[in-house]
């Protein structure tokens, strides 16, 4: 299916219905469906063939998101490009991407006007809501053009390029078919729960995981309501106000959402799904959100190249056939599904036996085509005819997957493999502790000292003794962390997750001066 395929059919289950809401003002499917048929038009009026690029660079917003529709039914490529990434990453994404066209908000006009003169390859600009000096306003780019139905075939399966985020280096693009877009809906619909007309709440940015998470609620003619920012205390009352079904949130953002002091009082029974995922999420906090939230938990764990639904935790997988919270399970990443093939590989090439730990792979229709004019990168990531995840994991048993770390975050102290991801999971059970980075720094005694970076809960205070007492007593003295820093908050990428290349940036630099001061 293309991405305009699940419009399609959407609006075959109801043309009136609710499809995109934001604030006050609601969009029909066939509302929907005529801004699509007319910026395919606007699209070919300005010369795009199919099989070009079209960025889209906003906030979330359903317009833009409606235009997406617009240009998958012009056969071109969807770039959604985050807004919150520097120019200059931005400009680079756009130019090696080759993206031909750019529609954007004019909150970020600033941006475009800086980037435009490094974009030769542009041949058309247009700003979403209002005019500007180098670019007309989508309703002026738009005159004149009809909505009557149009569609037109793309040169191949390729839907949506997506750059990986920079913070290993420059951003690769990965090339997203519309294969992969109908594993990842066909998964989402296998595993988890779907009862009559799904209400979807987008929080999280549409250029990231909410957005593709739309297609399978479109599939069922659902409704997604778009948040342009995020605000906590709105998103609750979303949920009451829209009986929203299903949610996505970040870990951090649950984090804060448990501490909410309107959560108890919101209405929540309507709730069927409320997924979690893009890092790793703490067992005691995941414990606290089956209670707080409510028995609908549901887990995902996928990255770009395999979007989404790499392993599934539907949420009655959080519970043991009593009914009582199945602890033991909370730390795993739930099982592949049924359309995926997942293994653990050592660096020979070889699967690993279950119970072993080495790093995650993954093969079938899920995984990406490749990278953007990357055969190097791809080749590389694709070694012994599987995708190479770069995660740490083992699976279990009954088939559930553990995912232990991040190939490039294993610490070895005192020649001793020590997996952050695990620190992090023992730190977490702390009443005092929100959030934490655990990384590896350099140190005579051990080769690397395990270093635990806290963010304390509002009101709350650390101890770093106690705290080393308390993983020690947890998971022994070789993992337990030697050195303890307590931050007001962890640096965090676009979308939230902590970066630990930055702490440890920051801690190195500061050990550094330490002998001058």
């Not at 090339?175 to 999280?204: D, Q, V, W």
């Not at 919270?325 to 599904?337: C, F, I, N, Y």
């Not at 599987?386 to 997957?401: A, E, K, N, S, V």
């Not at 963010?455 to 337990?480: L, M, N, T, W, Y």
């Amino acid at each position: 299916m293309r991405l305009v395929d699940y419009l399609d059919k959407g609006a075959q289950l109801g043309a009136d219905a609710p499809c995109l809401t934001l604030g006050e003002a609601d969009l029909g499917y066939a509302q929907v469906q005529r801004i699509s048929w007319r910026v395919a038009r606007g699209l070919r009026r300005a010369g795009l063939e199919p099989g070009d690029k079209v960025a889209v660079l906003s906030s979330n917003d359903a317009m833009a998101f409606a235009t997406v529709f617009g240009i998958s039914r012009a056969g071109c490529v969807w770039c959604p490009i985050n807004p919150r990434n520097e120019a200059s990453e931005n400009a680079f994404v756009l130019d090696a991407f080759d993206c031909a066209c750019l529609v954007f908000h004019g909150n970020y006009a600033p941006m475009v006007e800086q980037m435009r003169s490094q974009l030769p390859k542009l041949r058309a600009l247009v700003c979403l809501d209002a005019r500007q000096p180098f670019a007309p306003s989508m309703d002026d780019w738009l005159q004149g053009l009809d909505d009557a139905p149009i569609d037109i075939a793309p040169p191949d399966d390729v839907a949506m390029i997506a750059g990986t985020g920079g913070t290993t280096g420059q951003p690769k693009g990965v090339m997203l078919t519309g294969r992969n877009l109908e594993a990842m809906s066909a998964l989402t619909l296998m595993g988890y729960p779907f009862e009559g007309r799904p209400a979807y709440l987008a929080l999280a940015p549409l250029t990231h995981a909410a957005g593709v998470l739309c297609l399978p609620v479109m599939a069922l003619g659902g409704r997604v309501v778009i948040m342009p920012k995020p605000d906590l205390g709105e998103f609750l009352a979303l949920i009451e106000r829209h009986r929203i079904t299903h949610a996505f949130l970040p870990p951090t953002l649950i984090y804060m959402l448990l501490q909410h002091p309107e959560l108890a009082a919101t209405k929540r029974d309507s709730l069927q799904c409320f997924w979690y995922g893009a890092a790793p999420m703490s067992a005691a906090r995941l414990e606290e959100a089956l209670t707080k939230i409510g028995p609908v938990m549901a887990q995902l764990f996928g990255q770009t190249e395999a979007p989404m639904m790499i392993s599934m935790m539907s949420p009655r997988d959080h519970f043991n056939a009593d009914g009582s919270v199945a602890r033991h399970r909370l730390a795993s990443a739930g099982r592949p599904g049924p359309l995926v093939q997942v293994g653990v590989m050592n660096a020979e090439g070889a699967l690993l036996p279950t119970g072993e730990s080495g790093e995650i792979v993954v093969r079938g229709s899920l995984v990406m085509q490749g990278y953007y004019k990357d055969p190097k990168a791809t080749q590389e990531a694709s070694r012994f005819g599987w995708h190479h995840t770069g995660d740490i994991g083992r699976l279990d048993g009954d088939g559930f997957l553990y995912i232990v770390d991040r190939a490039k975050d294993m610490i070895i102290s005192g020649g001793f493999n020590v997996y952050s991801a695990e620190v992090e999971q023992a730190l977490m059970q702390h009443p005092d502790v929100q959030d934490s980075a655990v990384i590896g720094l350099p140190d005579e005694k051990w080769g690397e000292r395990v270093v635990a970076v806290l963010q304390p809960h509002a009101g709350r205070s650390i101890d770093a003794e106690a705290i080393k007492a308390f993983v020690k007593a947890r998971i022994g003295s070789v993992k337990a962390p030697k050195q303890v820093e307590v931050w007001a908050d962890l640096p965090r990428s676009k979308v939230g997750k902590v970066l630990k290349k930055d702490a440890r940036t920051i801690l190195l630099a500061a050990s550094a001066r330490e002998p001058g001061e």
